[in-house]
Protein backbone atom coordinates (compact mmCIF):
# COMPACT_ATOMS: atom_id res chain seq x y z
CA UNK A 1 0.00 0.00 0.00
CA UNK A 2 1.17 4.09 -1.18
CA UNK A 3 2.25 6.17 1.63
CA UNK A 4 -0.45 8.74 1.89
CA UNK A 5 0.07 12.04 1.17
CA UNK A 6 -0.73 15.31 2.66
CA UNK A 7 -0.90 17.62 -0.70
CA UNK A 8 -0.82 21.09 -0.85
CA UNK A 9 -1.75 23.10 -4.44
CA UNK A 10 -2.34 26.44 -5.12
CA UNK A 11 -3.94 26.39 -8.59
CA UNK A 12 -4.26 30.31 -8.35
CA UNK A 13 -2.94 33.19 -6.05
CA UNK A 14 0.24 31.95 -5.75
CA UNK A 15 2.77 34.12 -7.21
CA UNK A 16 0.11 36.64 -8.47
CA UNK A 17 -2.57 38.95 -6.55
CA UNK A 18 -5.43 38.03 -7.02
CA UNK A 19 -7.71 34.47 -8.96
CA UNK A 20 -6.89 32.61 -5.35
CA UNK A 21 -7.52 28.74 -5.33
CA UNK A 22 -6.10 26.13 -3.23
CA UNK A 23 -6.16 22.90 -2.72
CA UNK A 24 -5.35 20.16 -0.15
CA UNK A 25 -5.29 16.64 -0.56
CA UNK A 26 -4.65 13.56 1.22
CA UNK A 27 -4.49 10.14 1.29
CA UNK A 28 -2.26 7.42 -1.56
CA UNK A 29 -0.55 9.04 -4.19
CA UNK A 30 -3.84 9.32 -6.99
CA UNK A 31 -6.47 8.52 -4.68
CA UNK A 32 -6.75 11.52 -2.47
CA UNK A 33 -9.38 13.34 -1.39
CA UNK A 34 -9.70 17.03 -1.47
CA UNK A 35 -10.44 20.21 -0.60
CA UNK A 36 -11.12 23.27 -2.26
CA UNK A 37 -9.97 26.65 -0.21
CA UNK A 38 -11.26 29.97 -2.07
CA UNK A 39 -12.09 30.30 -5.56
CA UNK A 40 -12.00 33.61 -7.16
CA UNK A 41 -11.85 35.93 -10.25
CA UNK A 42 -8.86 38.54 -11.04
CA UNK A 43 -9.41 41.59 -13.57
CA UNK A 44 -8.80 42.44 -17.32
CA UNK A 45 -6.65 44.68 -18.39
CA UNK A 46 -6.12 46.43 -21.97
CA UNK A 47 -2.57 45.52 -22.65
CA UNK A 48 -2.91 41.44 -21.72
CA UNK A 49 -6.87 40.61 -21.75
CA UNK A 50 -8.48 43.29 -24.46
CA UNK A 51 -12.38 42.84 -23.98
CA UNK A 52 -12.18 40.25 -21.56
CA UNK A 53 -15.21 40.64 -18.48
CA UNK A 54 -13.20 38.07 -15.89
CA UNK A 55 -9.89 36.31 -15.36
CA UNK A 56 -10.39 32.93 -13.39
CA UNK A 57 -8.00 30.21 -12.82
CA UNK A 58 -7.61 27.13 -15.07
CA UNK A 59 -9.31 24.36 -12.84
CA UNK A 60 -8.75 21.88 -15.03
CA UNK A 61 -6.76 19.41 -13.01
CA UNK A 62 -9.41 19.19 -10.08
CA UNK A 63 -12.24 19.62 -12.50
CA UNK A 64 -10.89 15.85 -13.92
CA UNK A 65 -10.68 14.60 -10.43
CA UNK A 66 -14.08 16.43 -8.87
CA UNK A 67 -15.50 13.35 -7.64
CA UNK A 68 -12.85 13.20 -5.28
CA UNK A 69 -13.90 17.15 -3.84
CA UNK A 70 -15.41 16.81 -0.64
CA UNK A 71 -15.95 20.90 -0.35
CA UNK A 72 -14.98 24.12 -1.27
CA UNK A 73 -14.44 26.64 1.80
CA UNK A 74 -14.23 30.25 0.94
CA UNK A 75 -12.13 32.60 3.43
CA UNK A 76 -13.91 35.82 3.10
CA UNK A 77 -15.95 37.55 0.37
CA UNK A 78 -12.91 39.61 -1.62
CA UNK A 79 -14.02 38.72 -5.51
CA UNK A 80 -10.38 37.39 -5.44
CA UNK A 81 -11.48 34.61 -3.46
CA UNK A 82 -15.31 34.44 -4.15
CA UNK A 83 -15.67 35.71 -7.36
CA UNK A 84 -15.49 32.82 -9.67
CA UNK A 85 -17.95 30.43 -7.38
CA UNK A 86 -20.93 30.91 -9.53
CA UNK A 87 -19.08 30.76 -12.89
CA UNK A 88 -17.25 27.56 -11.86
CA UNK A 89 -19.22 25.73 -9.36
CA UNK A 90 -21.26 23.25 -12.91
CA UNK A 91 -17.02 21.76 -12.71
CA UNK A 92 -16.63 21.28 -9.34
CA UNK A 93 -20.35 20.87 -7.82
CA UNK A 94 -19.19 19.99 -4.05
CA UNK A 95 -20.89 22.09 -1.38
CA UNK A 96 -19.73 25.51 -0.24
CA UNK A 97 -18.97 26.67 3.27
CA UNK A 98 -18.41 30.18 4.96
CA UNK A 99 -19.31 32.54 7.16
CA UNK A 100 -22.69 34.07 7.23
CA UNK A 101 -21.50 37.50 5.24
CA UNK A 102 -19.75 35.69 2.73
CA UNK A 103 -22.38 33.16 2.44
CA UNK A 104 -24.79 36.17 1.80
CA UNK A 105 -22.53 37.18 -1.30
CA UNK A 106 -21.78 33.95 -2.63
CA UNK A 107 -25.35 33.10 -2.63
CA UNK A 108 -25.81 36.00 -5.04
CA UNK A 109 -23.24 34.57 -7.37
CA UNK A 110 -24.59 31.14 -7.53
CA UNK A 111 -27.81 33.07 -8.03
CA UNK A 112 -26.49 34.87 -10.97
CA UNK A 113 -25.34 32.38 -12.77
CA UNK A 114 -28.30 29.78 -12.31
CA UNK A 115 -26.72 27.86 -9.89
CA UNK A 116 -27.99 26.28 -6.56
CA UNK A 117 -27.89 28.69 -3.95
CA UNK A 118 -28.77 26.28 -1.33
CA UNK A 119 -25.53 24.52 -1.15
CA UNK A 120 -23.70 27.91 -0.02
CA UNK A 121 -23.77 26.10 3.35
CA UNK A 122 -23.38 28.70 6.92
CA UNK A 123 -20.59 27.61 9.24
CA UNK A 124 -20.39 28.86 12.68
CA UNK A 125 -16.57 30.08 13.58
CA UNK A 126 -14.10 28.04 16.10
CA UNK A 127 -14.66 25.76 17.32
CA UNK A 128 -17.22 24.95 15.15
CA UNK A 129 -15.96 22.42 12.50
CA UNK A 130 -16.93 20.67 9.41
CA UNK A 131 -16.41 17.39 8.35
CA UNK A 132 -15.02 16.84 5.01
CA UNK A 133 -13.33 13.41 3.89
CA UNK A 134 -10.37 13.24 5.76
CA UNK A 135 -10.33 16.93 6.53
CA UNK A 136 -11.67 18.69 9.85
CA UNK A 137 -11.92 22.42 8.68
CA UNK A 138 -12.63 25.50 11.41
CA UNK A 139 -13.33 28.95 10.61
CA UNK A 140 -10.68 31.24 12.76
CA UNK A 141 -11.81 34.77 12.91
CA UNK A 142 -9.01 37.27 12.03
CA UNK A 143 -9.29 41.06 11.11
CA UNK A 144 -8.75 42.40 7.78
CA UNK A 145 -10.50 44.80 5.11
CA UNK A 146 -13.99 43.24 4.82
CA UNK A 147 -16.26 41.19 7.31
CA UNK A 148 -16.02 37.99 8.77
CA UNK A 149 -12.64 37.37 7.41
CA UNK A 150 -11.50 34.06 8.54
CA UNK A 151 -8.22 31.51 8.50
CA UNK A 152 -9.41 28.23 7.97
CA UNK A 153 -7.51 25.57 10.25
CA UNK A 154 -7.65 22.42 8.63
CA UNK A 155 -6.89 19.06 10.51
CA UNK A 156 -5.69 15.96 9.07
CA UNK A 157 -4.33 12.50 9.87
CA UNK A 158 -0.93 13.81 9.55
CA UNK A 159 -1.18 16.64 11.22
CA UNK A 160 -2.67 20.53 11.20
CA UNK A 161 -2.65 22.98 8.42
CA UNK A 162 -3.46 26.91 8.86
CA UNK A 163 -4.45 28.74 6.18
CA UNK A 164 -4.49 32.30 7.17
CA UNK A 165 -5.97 34.06 3.40
CA UNK A 166 -5.41 38.08 3.75
CA UNK A 167 -5.20 39.07 7.29
CA UNK A 168 -4.00 41.76 9.14
CA UNK A 169 -3.32 42.04 13.40
CA UNK A 170 -6.05 44.75 14.16
CA UNK A 171 -6.65 44.89 17.07
CA UNK A 172 -9.47 48.01 16.74
CA UNK A 173 -10.53 47.22 13.26
CA UNK A 174 -13.97 49.14 13.84
CA UNK A 175 -15.87 46.85 11.95
CA UNK A 176 -15.84 42.97 12.16
CA UNK A 177 -13.60 40.73 14.83
CA UNK A 178 -10.80 41.99 15.88
CA UNK A 179 -7.42 39.71 15.98
CA UNK A 180 -7.42 37.71 19.29
CA UNK A 181 -3.49 36.51 20.21
CA UNK A 182 -5.12 34.28 22.72
CA UNK A 183 -7.37 31.93 20.51
CA UNK A 184 -4.65 32.03 17.78
CA UNK A 185 -2.29 30.51 20.21
CA UNK A 186 -5.04 28.09 21.31
CA UNK A 187 -5.15 26.73 18.21
CA UNK A 188 -1.53 26.57 17.35
CA UNK A 189 -1.00 24.71 20.96
CA UNK A 190 -1.50 21.42 19.55
CA UNK A 191 1.04 21.95 16.74
CA UNK A 192 0.85 23.35 13.33
CA UNK A 193 2.48 21.28 10.58
CA UNK A 194 2.46 24.15 8.01
CA UNK A 195 1.00 27.98 8.02
CA UNK A 196 0.33 28.52 4.68
CA UNK A 197 0.20 32.61 4.48
CA UNK A 198 -0.57 35.55 3.32
CA UNK A 199 2.53 37.17 1.53
CA UNK A 200 1.37 40.18 0.12
CA UNK A 201 3.19 43.37 2.25
CA UNK A 202 6.16 41.02 3.38
CA UNK A 203 8.09 43.90 1.67
CA UNK A 204 6.97 46.70 3.42
CA UNK A 205 8.98 47.51 6.91
CA UNK A 206 7.23 48.95 9.17
CA UNK A 207 4.23 47.66 11.44
CA UNK A 208 0.55 47.72 9.85
CA UNK A 209 -1.68 50.60 11.28
CA UNK A 210 -5.10 49.78 12.70
CA UNK A 211 -8.55 50.97 10.86
CA UNK A 212 -9.14 53.19 14.31
CA UNK A 213 -6.26 55.61 13.41
CA UNK A 214 -8.39 56.87 10.15
CA UNK A 215 -11.27 58.45 11.67
CA UNK A 216 -9.98 61.51 13.17
CA UNK A 217 -7.94 62.71 9.97
CA UNK A 218 -10.98 61.98 7.58
CA UNK A 219 -13.48 63.43 9.37
CA UNK A 220 -10.54 66.64 9.50
CA UNK A 221 -10.53 66.79 6.07
CA UNK A 222 -13.85 66.62 5.27
CA UNK A 223 -15.17 69.04 7.73
CA UNK A 224 -12.21 71.38 5.74
CA UNK A 225 -13.85 71.04 2.80
CA UNK A 226 -15.36 74.16 0.84
CA UNK A 227 -17.48 72.23 -1.73
CA UNK A 228 -18.95 68.91 -2.28
CA UNK A 229 -16.84 65.56 -1.13
CA UNK A 230 -16.79 62.31 -3.31
CA UNK A 231 -14.65 59.88 -1.63
CA UNK A 232 -13.89 55.97 -3.26
CA UNK A 233 -12.62 53.23 -1.28
CA UNK A 234 -12.69 49.58 -1.85
CA UNK A 235 -17.03 48.83 -1.81
CA UNK A 236 -15.94 45.83 0.52
CA UNK A 237 -14.23 47.84 3.26
CA UNK A 238 -17.01 48.58 5.15
CA UNK A 239 -15.61 49.63 7.73
CA UNK A 240 -14.07 52.54 5.46
CA UNK A 241 -17.15 53.20 4.03
CA UNK A 242 -18.83 53.35 7.58
CA UNK A 243 -15.88 55.37 8.77
CA UNK A 244 -16.39 57.79 5.68
CA UNK A 245 -20.46 58.16 6.15
CA UNK A 246 -20.22 59.23 9.92
CA UNK A 247 -17.52 61.50 9.01
CA UNK A 248 -19.74 63.35 6.02
CA UNK A 249 -22.70 63.42 8.96
CA UNK A 250 -20.19 64.84 11.61
CA UNK A 251 -19.46 67.34 8.78
CA UNK A 252 -22.76 68.01 8.92
CA UNK A 253 -23.72 66.52 5.32
CA UNK A 254 -25.65 64.74 3.66
CA UNK A 255 -24.09 60.73 3.04
CA UNK A 256 -25.31 59.40 -0.72
CA UNK A 257 -24.29 55.81 -1.35
CA UNK A 258 -22.86 55.68 -5.38
CA UNK A 259 -22.62 52.74 -7.21
CA UNK A 260 -24.02 48.87 -6.96
CA UNK A 261 -21.24 46.91 -4.97
CA UNK A 262 -21.38 49.89 -3.06
CA UNK A 263 -24.73 49.53 -1.79
CA UNK A 264 -24.89 45.69 -2.43
CA UNK A 265 -21.85 45.36 0.52
CA UNK A 266 -23.65 47.38 3.09
CA UNK A 267 -26.45 45.62 2.63
CA UNK A 268 -25.29 42.52 3.20
CA UNK A 269 -22.90 43.65 6.58
CA UNK A 270 -26.57 45.10 7.74
CA UNK A 271 -28.39 42.07 6.74
CA UNK A 272 -25.74 39.65 7.85
CA UNK A 273 -25.45 41.57 11.82
CA UNK A 274 -22.04 42.56 11.20
CA UNK A 275 -22.93 46.07 10.45
CA UNK A 276 -24.63 48.66 13.29
CA UNK A 277 -25.44 52.26 13.18
CA UNK A 278 -24.70 52.69 9.72
CA UNK A 279 -25.08 56.39 9.54
CA UNK A 280 -28.39 57.91 7.26
CA UNK A 281 -27.78 57.87 4.18
CA UNK A 282 -29.64 59.99 1.55
CA UNK A 283 -31.11 58.85 -2.69
CA UNK A 284 -29.16 60.14 -5.30
CA UNK A 285 -32.61 61.40 -6.52
CA UNK A 286 -32.65 63.89 -3.60
CA UNK A 287 -29.64 64.75 -3.89
CA UNK A 288 -30.15 67.75 -6.22
CA UNK A 289 -32.08 69.31 -3.56
CA UNK A 290 -29.14 69.95 -1.05
CA UNK A 291 -26.80 72.06 -1.70
CA UNK A 292 -23.81 71.23 -2.41
CA UNK A 293 -21.56 72.12 0.56
CA UNK A 294 -23.55 69.91 2.28
CA UNK A 295 -23.28 66.59 0.06
CA UNK A 296 -20.96 63.77 0.36
CA UNK A 297 -20.78 60.66 -1.86
CA UNK A 298 -19.35 57.68 -1.03
CA UNK A 299 -18.62 55.71 -4.71
CA UNK A 300 -17.21 53.30 -6.24
CA UNK A 301 -14.40 52.92 -8.57
CA UNK A 302 -10.98 53.35 -6.88
CA UNK A 303 -8.91 51.32 -8.76
CA UNK A 304 -10.03 53.70 -11.69
CA UNK A 305 -12.64 50.77 -13.44
CA UNK A 306 -14.03 52.64 -16.70
CA UNK A 307 -17.31 51.97 -15.72
CA UNK A 308 -17.42 52.65 -12.55
CA UNK A 309 -18.91 55.93 -10.31
CA UNK A 310 -15.86 57.55 -10.17
CA UNK A 311 -14.11 57.28 -13.59
CA UNK A 312 -18.00 58.49 -15.15
CA UNK A 313 -18.08 61.64 -12.33
CA UNK A 314 -14.66 62.42 -13.80
CA UNK A 315 -15.58 62.25 -17.76
CA UNK A 316 -18.75 64.17 -16.76
CA UNK A 317 -22.10 63.05 -14.96
CA UNK A 318 -23.27 60.01 -13.18
CA UNK A 319 -26.64 59.42 -12.46
CA UNK A 320 -27.44 63.24 -12.02
CA UNK A 321 -24.27 64.27 -10.47
CA UNK A 322 -21.27 65.91 -11.71
CA UNK A 323 -17.85 67.92 -10.07
CA UNK A 324 -17.43 71.34 -10.40
CA UNK A 325 -14.51 73.67 -9.56
CA UNK A 326 -13.86 73.84 -5.38
CA UNK A 327 -15.27 70.25 -5.02
CA UNK A 328 -12.59 67.60 -3.09
CA UNK A 329 -12.30 64.21 -4.61
CA UNK A 330 -10.57 61.84 -1.63
CA UNK A 331 -8.87 58.56 -2.71
CA UNK A 332 -9.27 56.25 0.58
CA UNK A 333 -7.89 53.23 -0.81
CA UNK A 334 -4.07 51.76 -2.14
CA UNK A 335 -4.06 51.48 -6.14
CA UNK A 336 -2.95 48.20 -7.13
CA UNK A 337 -0.43 47.33 -9.37
CA UNK A 338 -1.52 47.85 -12.76
CA UNK A 339 -4.20 50.40 -12.06
CA UNK A 340 -2.24 52.75 -12.26
CA UNK A 341 -2.88 54.26 -15.16
CA UNK A 342 -6.80 54.04 -14.48
CA UNK A 343 -6.55 56.21 -11.39
CA UNK A 344 -4.25 58.55 -12.95
CA UNK A 345 -6.73 58.90 -15.78
CA UNK A 346 -9.09 60.05 -13.75
CA UNK A 347 -6.74 62.00 -11.39
CA UNK A 348 -6.11 64.36 -14.07
CA UNK A 349 -9.83 64.83 -15.31
CA UNK A 350 -10.94 65.75 -12.42
CA UNK A 351 -7.77 68.26 -12.25
CA UNK A 352 -9.10 69.53 -15.60
CA UNK A 353 -11.82 70.17 -14.25
CA UNK A 354 -10.45 72.08 -11.09
CA UNK A 355 -11.58 69.09 -8.26
CA UNK A 356 -8.94 69.07 -5.81
CA UNK A 357 -7.47 65.57 -5.25
CA UNK A 358 -6.66 63.78 -1.87
CA UNK A 359 -5.34 60.32 -2.35
CA UNK A 360 -3.13 58.20 -0.18
CA UNK A 361 0.68 59.25 -0.61
CA UNK A 362 0.36 60.32 3.35
CA UNK A 363 -0.68 57.74 4.98
CA UNK A 364 -3.42 59.43 6.52
CA UNK A 365 -6.42 58.22 4.96
CA UNK A 366 -5.75 54.77 4.64
CA UNK A 367 -4.38 51.56 5.55
CA UNK A 368 -3.96 48.25 4.11
CA UNK A 369 -6.14 45.12 5.12
CA UNK A 370 -2.40 42.99 4.75
CA UNK A 371 0.24 42.04 7.42
CA UNK A 372 3.23 43.97 6.98
CA UNK A 373 6.83 42.65 7.50
CA UNK A 374 6.75 43.08 11.44
CA UNK A 375 2.86 41.44 11.06
CA UNK A 376 4.51 38.54 9.60
CA UNK A 377 7.11 37.98 12.15
CA UNK A 378 4.71 37.76 14.81
CA UNK A 379 2.27 35.28 13.31
CA UNK A 380 5.30 33.31 12.62
CA UNK A 381 6.61 33.32 16.42
CA UNK A 382 2.71 32.48 17.08
CA UNK A 383 1.69 29.80 15.13
CA UNK A 384 5.11 27.61 15.68
CA UNK A 385 5.02 26.06 12.64
CA UNK A 386 6.77 22.93 11.63
CA UNK A 387 6.79 24.55 7.50
CA UNK A 388 6.30 27.99 6.11
CA UNK A 389 4.14 27.95 2.63
CA UNK A 390 4.19 31.64 1.45
CA UNK A 391 1.10 32.09 -0.73
CA UNK A 392 -1.44 35.11 -1.55
CA UNK A 393 1.53 37.46 -3.89
CA UNK A 394 3.80 38.24 -6.78
CA UNK A 395 6.81 35.25 -7.06
CA UNK A 396 8.91 38.01 -5.49
CA UNK A 397 6.51 37.96 -2.31
CA UNK A 398 6.66 34.30 -1.93
CA UNK A 399 10.57 34.21 -2.52
CA UNK A 400 11.17 36.68 0.05
CA UNK A 401 8.80 35.44 2.55
CA UNK A 402 10.57 32.05 2.62
CA UNK A 403 13.78 34.29 3.52
CA UNK A 404 11.92 35.75 6.27
CA UNK A 405 11.03 32.29 7.62
CA UNK A 406 14.82 31.55 7.37
CA UNK A 407 15.90 34.48 9.46
CA UNK A 408 14.10 32.18 12.65
CA UNK A 409 14.78 29.37 11.49
CA UNK A 410 11.71 28.13 9.99
CA UNK A 411 11.66 25.93 6.82
CA UNK A 412 9.61 27.59 4.14
CA UNK A 413 9.04 26.05 0.59
CA UNK A 414 8.26 28.17 -2.85
CA UNK A 415 5.34 26.62 -4.05
CA UNK A 416 4.07 28.91 -7.07
CA UNK A 417 0.91 28.29 -9.17
CA UNK A 418 1.01 24.58 -10.17
CA UNK A 419 3.49 23.17 -7.57
CA UNK A 420 2.20 20.36 -5.70
CA UNK A 421 4.04 20.15 -2.44
CA UNK A 422 3.67 16.82 0.23
CA UNK A 423 3.74 17.57 3.57
CA UNK A 424 3.23 14.51 5.15
CA UNK A 425 7.36 13.92 5.92
CA UNK A 426 9.60 15.90 8.15
CA UNK A 427 10.52 17.66 5.18
CA UNK A 428 7.77 19.65 2.89
CA UNK A 429 8.81 17.68 -0.54
CA UNK A 430 7.55 19.06 -4.33
CA UNK A 431 6.46 15.66 -5.78
CA UNK A 432 4.78 17.07 -8.83
CA UNK A 433 3.87 19.72 -11.31
CA UNK A 434 0.44 20.43 -12.04
CA UNK A 435 -0.76 22.98 -15.85
CA UNK A 436 -1.82 25.84 -14.62
CA UNK A 437 -3.02 28.53 -16.14
CA UNK A 438 -6.27 31.15 -16.56
CA UNK A 439 -9.78 30.81 -18.49
CA UNK A 440 -11.88 34.06 -19.30
CA UNK A 441 -14.75 35.32 -19.43
CA UNK A 442 -15.77 37.09 -22.92
CA UNK A 443 -19.20 38.75 -22.95
CA UNK A 444 -21.17 35.18 -21.50
CA UNK A 445 -18.59 32.46 -22.64
CA UNK A 446 -15.92 31.39 -20.62
CA UNK A 447 -12.85 30.90 -22.64
CA UNK A 448 -9.57 28.94 -22.43
CA UNK A 449 -6.06 30.56 -22.46
CA UNK A 450 -5.38 28.28 -25.31
CA UNK A 451 -8.49 29.01 -27.13
CA UNK A 452 -6.64 31.72 -29.06
CA UNK A 453 -9.35 34.11 -28.76
CA UNK A 454 -7.29 36.47 -26.46
CA UNK A 455 -4.29 36.45 -28.61
CA UNK A 456 -6.02 37.18 -31.58
CA UNK A 457 -7.72 40.29 -29.95
CA UNK A 458 -4.32 41.36 -29.14
CA UNK A 459 -2.71 40.74 -32.63
CA UNK A 460 -5.87 42.79 -34.06
CA UNK A 461 -5.30 45.72 -31.38
CA UNK A 462 -1.87 45.48 -32.28
CA UNK A 463 -1.54 45.26 -35.73
CA UNK A 464 -4.59 46.11 -37.56
CA UNK A 465 -6.75 44.06 -40.01
CA UNK A 466 -7.03 43.60 -43.62
CA UNK A 467 -10.12 42.09 -45.48
CA UNK A 468 -9.03 41.02 -49.23
CA UNK A 469 -12.38 40.09 -51.45
CA UNK A 470 -12.05 37.79 -54.62
CA UNK A 471 -14.41 36.68 -56.95
CA UNK A 472 -13.13 33.90 -59.65
CA UNK A 473 -15.34 33.10 -62.22
CA UNK A 474 -16.43 29.35 -63.90
CA UNK A 475 -12.79 29.18 -65.36
CA UNK A 476 -10.93 30.06 -61.98
CA UNK A 477 -10.41 33.81 -63.44
CA UNK A 478 -10.74 36.84 -61.30
CA UNK A 479 -13.67 39.04 -62.22
CA UNK A 480 -11.72 41.64 -61.62
CA UNK A 481 -8.54 42.91 -59.25
CA UNK A 482 -9.19 42.11 -55.30
CA UNK A 483 -10.36 44.92 -53.13
CA UNK A 484 -9.72 45.77 -49.82
CA UNK A 485 -11.38 47.32 -46.43
CA UNK A 486 -9.14 47.86 -43.68
CA UNK A 487 -9.83 48.66 -40.11
CA UNK A 488 -7.39 49.87 -37.61
CA UNK A 489 -5.18 51.15 -40.22
CA UNK A 490 -3.58 54.82 -41.55
CA UNK A 491 -5.90 55.60 -44.70
CA UNK A 492 -2.78 56.23 -46.39
CA UNK A 493 1.13 55.61 -46.01
CA UNK A 494 4.35 57.00 -47.17
CA UNK A 495 3.16 57.34 -50.98
CA UNK A 496 0.47 59.48 -50.37
CA UNK A 497 -2.33 57.38 -52.21
CA UNK A 498 -5.15 55.56 -50.08
CA UNK A 499 -3.70 52.47 -48.51
CA UNK A 500 -6.54 50.47 -50.14
CA UNK A 501 -5.51 51.19 -53.88
CA UNK A 502 -1.59 50.34 -52.96
CA UNK A 503 -3.12 46.96 -51.89
CA UNK A 504 -5.80 46.14 -54.30
CA UNK A 505 -2.96 47.35 -56.97
CA UNK A 506 -0.38 45.59 -55.30
CA UNK A 507 -2.57 42.07 -55.11
CA UNK A 508 -3.66 42.66 -58.39
CA UNK A 509 -0.04 41.80 -59.62
CA UNK A 510 0.08 38.99 -57.16
CA UNK A 511 -2.73 37.66 -59.30
CA UNK A 512 -1.27 37.91 -62.58
CA UNK A 513 1.70 36.03 -61.12
CA UNK A 514 -0.40 33.18 -60.08
CA UNK A 515 -0.20 29.98 -61.94
CA UNK A 516 -3.13 27.34 -61.85
CA UNK A 517 -2.29 25.46 -59.30
CA UNK A 518 -2.64 28.55 -57.34
CA UNK A 519 -5.92 29.54 -58.63
CA UNK A 520 -7.47 26.66 -58.41
CA UNK A 521 -6.67 25.79 -54.70
CA UNK A 522 -8.30 27.78 -52.59
CA UNK A 523 -5.92 27.29 -49.07
CA UNK A 524 -2.73 28.06 -51.63
CA UNK A 525 -4.69 31.11 -53.00
CA UNK A 526 -5.57 32.41 -49.51
CA UNK A 527 -1.94 32.33 -48.35
CA UNK A 528 -0.47 34.07 -51.44
CA UNK A 529 -3.17 36.95 -50.94
CA UNK A 530 -2.60 37.25 -47.08
CA UNK A 531 1.37 37.27 -47.61
CA UNK A 532 0.99 39.72 -50.59
CA UNK A 533 -1.40 42.02 -48.25
CA UNK A 534 1.16 42.40 -45.29
CA UNK A 535 4.27 43.03 -47.28
CA UNK A 536 2.91 45.18 -49.24
CA UNK A 537 1.04 47.04 -46.15
CA UNK A 538 4.57 46.67 -44.35
CA UNK A 539 6.44 48.63 -47.27
CA UNK A 540 3.46 51.31 -47.21
CA UNK A 541 2.70 51.99 -43.43
CA UNK A 542 5.43 49.81 -41.31
CA UNK A 543 3.37 47.57 -40.15
CA UNK A 544 2.02 44.24 -41.32
CA UNK A 545 -1.39 43.40 -40.03
CA UNK A 546 -3.61 40.77 -39.50
CA UNK A 547 -5.82 39.72 -42.74
CA UNK A 548 -9.15 37.99 -43.75
CA UNK A 549 -8.54 36.45 -47.47
CA UNK A 550 -12.65 35.73 -48.47
CA UNK A 551 -12.97 34.14 -51.75
CA UNK A 552 -16.05 33.42 -54.03
CA UNK A 553 -16.05 31.11 -56.81
CA UNK A 554 -18.65 31.64 -59.71
CA UNK A 555 -20.57 27.97 -60.94
CA UNK A 556 -22.12 26.64 -63.89
Same mark, same amino acid.
Given at each position: +????RL?Y?P???A??I??????YG??P????R???V????T?P???GSPG?D?I?P????L????N?????F?THA??DH???VG??W????A %?????P??A?I??R? +????? @?? =?N?VR??QP??E??KAG???V?? #?P???S??ET??L?I?? %??G????????????????? *?A?D???????A????RA????S???M???A??????LP????????S??G??VA???A???AR??T?A?A???????????G?????????? @?E???L???????L?? =?AG??PRE????I?T?? @??E?R???? @??????Y?? +?????G????FSSK???????G?L??IN??S?K???????ST?Q???????N?????E +??A??KP??L??M?? =?HR??????????E?G????????G??????G? *??KV????E????????T?????L???V???I??ALNG???????LD??DE??? *??????MG? %??Q?R??? %???????????QV???A?DSIL?D?DK??E?L??G?R????? *?????P?V?????? #???
Amino acid at each position: +MSADRLIYLPLGGAGEIGMNCYVYGYGPKGKERFILVDLGVTFPDMDGSPGVDLIFPDISWLAERANRLDAIFITHAHEDHVGAVGHLWSKLKA %PIYCRPFTANIAKRK +MEEQG @QP =ENLVRIVQPWPESVKAGPFSVSF #LPMSHSIPETSALVIDS %PKGRIVHTGDFKLDKTPLVG *EAFDPELWAEVAKPGVRALVCDSTNVMSPHAGRSEATLPEEITKLIASAPGMVVATTFASNVARVKTLAEAGRAAGRSVVLLGRAMRRMVSAA @QETGVLHDFPKTVLVE =EAGNIPREGLMLIVTGS @QGERRAASA @QLARGKYLG +MSMKEGDMFLFSSKTIPGNERGVLRIINAFSEKGVDVVDDSTGQYHVSGHANRPDLKE +MHALMKPQFLIPMHG =EHRHLREHVKLGLETGLKGVLAPNGTMVDLAGN *EPKVVEYVETGRTYLDGTVQIGALDGVVRDRIRLALNGHVTVTLILDENDEPLG *EPWCEIMGL %PKQGRSGT %PLTEVLEHDLDQVMGRADDSILTDDDKLTEALRRGARNSANA *EIGRKPEVTVVISR #LVD
